[in-house]
């Protein structure tokens, strides 16, 4: 069964390359083994006080190793 939406996870700086998920955050239990994880990345900038937002990535998905 497919999440219905995506949470966010990390923010990264603009000079990151790649991130690696060490488990849900906030009390979460973790990524588990062998299950298909499903992620989306966009970019922000703040311009006058205001943040930005670019569109989203395509879905990408990985299994937990």
Same mark, same amino acid.
């Given at each position: /069964? /497919?999440?219905?939406? %995506?949470?966010?996870?990390?923010?990264?700086?603009?000079?990151?390359?790649?991130?690696?998920?060490?488990?849900?955050?906030?009390?979460?239990?973790?990524?588990?083994?062998?299950?298909? %994880? %499903? %992620? /989306?990345?966009? !970019? #922000?900038? #703040?311009? @006058? !006080? @205001?943040?930005? #937002? !670019?569109?989203?990535? /395509?879905?990408?998905?990985?299994? @937990?190793?």
């Amino acid at each position: /069964k /497919k999440a219905s939406g %995506y949470v966010p996870v990390a923010n990264l700086s603009s000079k990151s390359r790649s991130y690696m998920d060490k488990g849900l955050q906030n009390g979460g239990n973790g990524l588990v083994k062998g299950n298909r %994880y %499903y %992620y /989306k990345v966009r !970019g #922000y900038r #703040y311009t @006058a !006080g @205001a943040k930005l #937002y !670019g569109p989203y990535s /395509k879905v990408k998905s990985e299994r @937990a190793r």
